[in-house]
C-alpha cells in the first residue's frame, strides 16, 4: 500500500483550548464510495467534521491500478489535506478518512502510527477501517490477542478490532468485520472499507453518531449531516443503534442487525456541545435544541440582569434561548479570535499564562458597569471559568453570574470523550454553592437532567427506570460496564456511595 511520508511535525494537543477545560469528542468518521476523486470528498468532509478531533488526521482511498493508498498526517485537515500534491496521491472511487483526538492510547500525545485509518491485509484483499468511540474492554482484548502472536502497531484501543478481524474465519470482510465487532463491548461507530464496499456500523446502544447520504450515483457515511452539507450530498437517514451497512456503488445499501437488540441510548452530550449547531440529530436542528436549552435555562435559574451573553462559540445558541426566554438583551459581550490556532509565536510561559484571552476578549463598551448573565455549555475543571469571570469584571461589570446549559459534570466518560478523572472534576468535588464560593461569581446555576431532557424533546423529563439518553457524565449511570476501568479499581457511582 502507497503511504507518503509525512513532514509535518506534531502540533500542540489542545490549540482551540489553552487550559484543557472543555470535554472534547475523540474522533469523527467519513467515508465515501462511487464517486469521481473520493479524495477530494474526504478532505471536505473531514474538514467539517474537525471540531470532532483537531490533533490528526488521516484517509484511505482504493483505486484498481495503484491499490490501496494512504496518508496519515499531524494537524488540522485544512494544512494538510488541502493540496493537490497530497490529494493526487489519492486516486480513486472509494475511500475513508478520520480525523482524531486521542482518549484511549497515548492521550494528548498522539504518534503517527496512532492515527487512523488503520489497514490490514486478508486473504481475501485489504480493508481498512476508521472508529469514533471507545472499546470499554481494548485492555481485556488487547492482552488475550497478544498472547495469541498478534503484533500491535500502535496505542489505539481501535486496532484491536484489525486483529479480530484477522482472526476471524469469516468467508468476507464484512462477515468478519462482524464477528469482530461482536466481540467489542462499548461505543463505537464504525466506518470500513475493501477494494469494492463501504461498511459501517454503530454499536446496538446507538452511543456515537453515524448518518448515511446521497451523493449522485455514489454513497457518504459520515459522524454528522453538516459533513453530508459540504459535499452536497442528500441526506438518507441515520444508520440504527445495531445496524451494519453494506455498500457498493452497484448494490446499494445492504442492511442487517447484527446485535442483540437493545434500547438506545444515543449520547445526550451530543445535543449540548460535541455535533456542530448546523448539523440535525434525531430529525431535529442541534442549533433549536440548543435554544430550547437555554430557554428551559431561564425558567429554572432566573436571575435579574442587564444583559446575557455567551461563552463563545458553543454557548450562543443557549445563551439565545436565555435572552428570548427571560426578555433580557442578548449582546456579544465576549468576542472569540476566529483566527485563535497554532500560536503564532513560540508559547513561552507568559504566552501560555496568557490562556482564555488568546481566544476571547471582552467588549468592554457594552459590559462596563451591567449586570451580566454568562452562558457556557459545561465547567468542567473550572480553570476557564474562572479566567472569564476574571475578564468581566476586570471590564467593570457590575456583577457576573453562570449559567450552564448542561447540569454538573459530575462522572467520567468512558465511551470516546476526553474527560478528566473524577477528582479533577470541579463538580464532583464541590456544590453548587461551593462552585459559587470558588468561582468567585454572584451565582451559578446548572439546568437540571430533567431540564435538559425536556429541552432535548423528552417532555416527562428523564425515565430514570429506563433512560432514554446515555447520560454518564451527569448520573453516573454507566449502561456499557466500563470492564477495563473496573479492573484497574475505578468506582462506579453504586460503589462510591
Not at 30 to 53: D, I, K, M, P, W
Not at 55 to 72: L, W
Not at 131 to 144: C, F, K, M, P, W
Not at 302 to 307: G, K, S
Request: glycine content about 10%; aromatic content about 8%.
Amino acid at each position: 500500500m502507497r503511504q507518503p511520508q509525512s513532514p509535518c511535525k506534531s502540533l500542540p494537543s489542545h490549540p482551540f483550548d489553552p487550559d484543557g477545560d472543555k470535554l472534547r469528542e475523540e474522533c469523527g468518521v467519513f467515508g465515501v464510495v462511487g464517486v469521481s476523486e473520493a479524495s477530494n470528498f474526504l478532505a471536505l468532509g473531514l474538514h467539517a467534521l474537525q471540531h470532532r478531533g483537531q490533533e490528526a488526521g488521516g484517509i484511505v482511498t482504493y483505486d484498481p491500478t495503484t491499490g490501496f493508498n494512504q496518508a496519515r498526517r499531524m494537524g488540522l485537515v485544512r494544512d494538510t489535506f488541502t493540496s493537490a500534491e497530497i490529494l493526487a496521491t489519492l486516486p480513486g472511487e472509494i475511500g475513508i478518512g478520520h480525523v482524531r483526538y486521542s482518549t484511549a492510547g497515548s492521550k494528548g500525545q498522539t504518534a503517527i502510527r496512532d492515527v487512523q485509518p488503520f489497514f490490514g491485509e486478508f486473504s481475501m484483499g485489504g480493508a481498512a477501517i476508521a472508529h469514533n468511540g471507545n472499546i470499554t474492554n481494548a485492555v481485556a482484548l488487547r492482552r488475550e490477542l497478544i498472547e495469541r502472536g498478534s503484533i500491535f502497531q500502535s496505542s489505539s484501543d481501535s486496532e484491536c478490532i484489525i486483529h479480530l478481524m484477522a482472526r476471524s474465519m469469516g468467508r468476507t470482510i464484512p462477515d468478519r468485520m462482524e464477528e469482530a465487532l461482536r466481540k467489542v463491548e462499548g461505543a463505537f461507530s464504525v466506518v470500513a472499507m475493501t477494494r469494492t464496499k463501504l461498511m459501517g456500523c454503530r454499536d446496538a446502544l446507538g452511543v456515537r453518531p453515524l448518518v448515511l447520504g446521497r451523493l449522485g450515483e455514489g454513497w457518504v457515511l459520515a459522524s454528522e449531516t453538516c459533513a453530508l452539507d459540504i459535499v452536497g450530498a442528500e441526506f438518507e437517514r441515520e444508520i440504527e443503534p445495531g445496524e451494519m451497512v453494506v455498500i457498493s456503488a452497484e448494490g446499494g445499501v445492504q442492511s442487517h442487525f447484527p446485535f442483540r437488540p437493545r434500547k438506545s441510548r444515543f449520547c445526550i452530550f451530543e445535543h449540548v456541545y460535541f455535533s456542530r449547531p448546523d448539523s440535525s440529530l434525531g430529525g431535529r436542528s442541534v442549533y433549536e435544541t440548543r435554544e430550547a436549552i437555554g430557554r428551559e435555562l431561564a425558567k429554572e435559574a432566573p436571575v435579574e440582569a442587564d444583559l446575557v451573553c455567551p461563552v463563545p462559540d458553543s454557548g450562543t445558541p443557549a445563551a439565545i434561548g436565555y435572552s428570548l426566554e427571560s426578555g433580557i438583551p442578548f449582546a456579544m459581550g465576549i468576542v472569540r479570535n476566529q483566527y485563535m490556532g497554532r500560536t503564532f509565536i513560540e508559547p513561552s510561559e507568559q504566552i501560555r499564562n496568557m490562556g482564555v484571552r488568546l481566544k476571547l476578549n471582552v467588549n468592554r463598551a457594552l459590559i462596563r458597569g451591567k449586570r451580566v448573565i454568562l452562558v457556557d455549555d459545561s465547567v468542567v475543571r473550572g480553570t476557564t471559568s474562572q479566567k472569564i469571570k476574571e475578564m468581566i469584571l476586570d471590564a467593570g461589570a457590575a456583577e457576573v453570574h453562570f449559567r450552564i446549559a448542561s447540569p454538573p459534570t459530575m462522572w467520567p466518560c468512558f465511551y470516546g470523550v476526553d474527560t478528566p478523572e473524577r477528582e479533577k472534576l470541579l463538580a464532583a468535588r464541590m456544590t453548587e454553592e461551593e462552585m459559587t464560593e470558588h468561582l468567585g461569581v454572584d451565582s451559578l446555576k446548572f439546568i437540571s437532567l430533567d431540564g435538559l431532557y425536556r429541552a432535548v424533546g423528552e417532555a416527562e423529563g428523564r425515565d430514570n427506570d429506563s433512560p432514554q439518553y446515555c447520560d454518564a457524565c451527569f448520573s453516573g449511570d454507566y449502561p456499557i460496564a466500563p470492564a477495563d476501568k473496573l479492573e484497574a479499581g475505578f468506582k462506579t457511582k453504586v460503589a462510591a456511595e
